[in-house]
């Protein structure tokens, strides 16, 4: 028998010998296969960093089940569905422990405006560059959601802005930003620059900034506001001292979230934290 055969056959007799661990919920149960073996293995192995001391199979049998364990079981069953290894997942986990488990920094949000509702219980700040493309992705989605979608009342999200070196006008973008902020039209002006990303001309501004309403006068004169450079120099100071290296770099509730950037993945999470604000 060759090793490939062998590992086939130690899959199928795993999901025999663990069938029950891997159909305590919907999303495990419907599982077949190898994507059930690899699912089966992580839940038999790994262990949730909260409210119950087994491994995730042990917690699940148990009578009830607490909801941060059936929330991973899930995680870890959407996982091996998608095709991820036994070895991605695993590394997942330890990562998502760490984003719960980092220390709380200081971040200055005294000139952020909050997108979704003020009295939201979990604060979501990212430092995200203007030129940067997956912020364009991130950002939009994570404010649709916060504002009108699964994290509506569970979030409230603020933006520092960190401009790359390396993308070009990330800094006259970060400005137009704070000078749309300064003229009441921040998140607007966020929304239509990421919107057109990829017809970005910093000639073009002004133009932009008429567009959300804004006075062009008034904000061509912002944009070269020495006050305004300070705060964006100020917010690229705060992200290196957060151990800010690349964006988007997500805190949740004060802490830094290391885990999968993928939204349903940030959105499971924070409703692990608003859960557990309960």
Sequence with gaps: MTSRQLGVLLGLLLVLYAHGAAAQTKTCDALRGAKRAVAVAVLESQYPYDCCDE??????????????????????????????????????????????????????LSHAVVAGDPSAPVPIVMYVCARCPYCARLTPALYHSVTEGRLKGKAKLYLRPFPIRSHEHSTVGGMAWLAAGRLGKFWEMVLYMYANFDRFDPDKLPDCAAHQGMDRAAFSKLLGDPALRRQLVESKKEGIRNHVTATPTLFIQGRKYQADLALPAVEDFVEEVAEARK
């Design 55 to 108: 491994t995730l199979a042990k917690c699940l049998r148990k009578n009830p089940v607490c909801s941060l364990v059936t929330r991973l079981a899930n995680d870890v069953c959407r996982r091996a569905g998608a095709g991820e290894s036994q070895a991605d997942i695993e590394r997942e986990l330890l990562r998502r422990a760490a984003s719960r488990n980092s220390p709380k920094v200081k971040i200055d």
